[in-house]
């Protein structure tokens, strides 16, 4: 279930116990804003906790799944982008949305941050070091879990070697 279809292995970002722990709290994240969209009546907040519930998701299933370094990089990205919006609904008066300008400590959202800040944290680190994300890692991924695409596609071989021919 956790294996790879990217040429190193032994690389950050396929590491299974990391991927286990961060797919677990994306997906308390997600349960967090799908929960908050039942409370919202401001219709760019419920579009947010959607869109933050949906990569959240999509984030901790590439990471159970055969796709942890696209999983790292959209859970990373949805975890980094749902803070700074909490940020701004929290330092700027929106207009619609009165109710959240300064209320920093609102208990939901601040487990949501302390997940969040977890997750960046840890995709930072999974996305570094010695053997580092590439381009060609994401695409092979991609391709690997879309169905319908072939594995005999130009380019979908190893990101560090030729593609084969047929």
Known sequence: MLDSPASTPHGRAEHGGARVVAGALLLADAGIHVYEVTDADVPFLIGGFIATAVGATVGALLLLTRGPRLGWVVGGLT???TTVGYIVTRA????????????WLEPLGVCSLVIQGIIVVMAA???SGPAPVRPGHLVQEARSMAPGLRPDDPGSGPPDEPPTSP
């Open 92 to 103: 700027t008066p929106i207009p619609t949305d009165e109710a959240d300008y300064g209320n």
């Open 125 to 127: 680190v999974a996305l």
């Open 79 to 81: 975890a980094l982008l």
